[in-house]
Every structure is written in C-alpha cells, then in structure tokens.
C-alpha cells in the first residue's frame, strides 16, 4: 500500500467502507445517540488539567477528542502527562483512544516544543524533500508527547497581499509547489505516527482577512477554485492523506454558505468530485465567520448536515451545546441516521487505527 498512510496509519486508509464492528475500533451500532453525537465533537478546554465537565463527557462518550492551545501547555513533560490522563479517563465500551490534536504549523503556528520552528514560507523556500524530512521530525516529536494529529500543512495558495501569505503560513504561490512541498510534509508527519491535516479547503489563499477575525466571501469562480486553489487538497487525497479541514470563509460560486457548513461544498467538492474517503473537520466554529451563521447548537448541525465528520469548537461549554444539538437532530430525524452513521464510522477508524501506532 502507498501513500501517506501507509507509514503510519495504513490500517485507517478509508476505502469507502465502514470499519468491522469490535472492541478495537468501535462500532457505531453500539453507541447510543448521544455517543453518536459526540463521537463528531472536538473540543478545547483551559487549563493543564482536565475539570470535572471534561472529564465527565470523556466517560460519558460525549466528545471525540480534544484540541490543545497555548493555555494547556508547559513543556513537553506537562503535555506528555496532561494526554496519558485524557486518554487514561474512562470511556465507554467499544470507544477507541482520543483524537489529541494541535495547530503544529511552524512559523506564528506552533504550540507545542518542539519541531517545526520554520514558518511554511520558510519551509518551502527549502522544498519537499526538506519539508518530508521536518515533518517526520515534527510527527515523532508530537507523538512523544501523545499528540496523535496535526492540524497542518496549510495547503492554502500563497498570495501576496492575502491574510495567509502574509502571516508566512503559505508553501509557495504555486499550484504544484504547494502539492509538492505540502504533501511531502504530511507524508513526514505520517511516517512519524501522527495524522496529518491539510487545510483550509477549499482554498483560503484569497482571503484578505484572516477568518476569525472577519466574514470573508471568497469570489473566485468555480473554473478556478478547483483548476488552482483546490488543486493541493486534490494531490493530498491522491496521496492517501487522513484528514481535511474545511474552511469557513462563503466561496459564492460553489455555494452561499461557509464551506464548512456546505453540503455542496464538503461533500460535492472535497467527496464527489476529489473522491475523498477519510475524515473531514470544521474550522474552529467559534470564529466570526461562524458565528455569523448562528451559535454552536446551529453550526454543528449544519456542518453534519453538510456532510462534513467532525466539529470543533475551543470552548467546551460551546462544544457541550453542539453536541447535545447533533444527538437531538438524531432523534427527531433532522439528521438522516445512515449518513450520520457513516461519519461516525470514519472517525472511529481513524481513532482506532491511530491507537495501533
């Protein structure tokens, strides 16, 4: 087997199928709509320590994982603790290992000790054999400390003038520079045991204003979005790559509605037309740009709805109210259950085959 994946987490490449039903890896037949629900729920959570709520909905199966920020970190023997306890907390039967993740870009990015120092501008000045290099560098370090994802590379297209370009979190300019150097840091991260995500489909290059600050419409045309800005993410999948987060900047030409939370969008472009079959996540849907849509209870249902597998949220009081809307949606049939399913299913493989590592 080739690709991404097969270093690290070949035992997760999704080929479109559900996982087996076992103790190992889950089976969302055995979970009960609220288990459901939080099996598509990432959250983050102040402190050094999990408090009682967080622990609480580990053991009730409430959440999927968890993200960790600046405020949860003291060096890398603080982190190392802080993960075994999350995952050392009770959870329910057939629930596999936390996703732990973290934006461990370089550059602005970064929140954990560690690897990679450089920014992406800088990394891809050095090329992709480099960028493979730093990111198995950056995969084995994370997972020495319990990370089990990386929410990077950025796979945005560099233009000057443009939020990311000048926040140095761009590879290159170019379409196949971009695919290039940023698939052959994912393949790093992968060969060094942890899931790489790339993002911010479908494409945040345009963006004159970063998306947590500001509601951003992104009005490229179509022909051009997936003939250029899409381009990486296409190159990512072909690789075999684990995971992609889907902006929330609105791109009038595919949809009125921020990609995340767009069914044209996370499942017309990044499933249909790029054939992607691993898991999908929001960015943070605490954002301006989200909220501008509604609160967590609203986003998270529109994001399942979209079609995209996870939703993240930095607050656990929001991420308590996404998931109690998206295990209400279950029950009133707002949520089509096998698609749900479905979802669930890819996260769980994803947890499961990560846990091997």
Partial sequence: MQGLLAAAVAALLIAGTSPRASQTNGNPLAFSDDQLAGARVITGFPGHNPSPALRRMITAGQISGVILFDDNVGGRRSVRRLTAELQSIPRPAASPPLLITVDQEGGLVRRLPGPPKPSARSI?????????????????????????????????????????????RTFARKPGAVSRIGVGFARGLAAGGVAATAKHFPGLGAARINTDNAVQRIRLPAA?????????????????GAMVMLGTAIYPALSGKPAALSRAIATGELRDRLGFSGVSITDALGSVSARAVGGPSRTAVAAAAAGTDLVLYTSLGDAAKAQGALAAGLRDDTLGRAEFEQSVSRVLALRAGLATQ
Wanted: charge should be positive; glycine fraction near 16%; aromatic fraction near 6%.
């Fill in 124 to 168: 891809g000045a050095l090329g992709a054999g480099f960028a493979e290099r730093l990111g198995r560098a950056t995969g084995e370090s994370l997972r020495s400390m319990g990370v089990n994802v990386d929410l990077a590379p950025v796979l945005d297209l560099g233009r000057p003038g443009r939020a990311i370009f000048d926040e140095g």
């Fill in 224 to 240: 051009k979005l997936r003939r250029n800005d899409e381009r990486p993410f296409a190159s990512f999948v072909r690789a075999g």
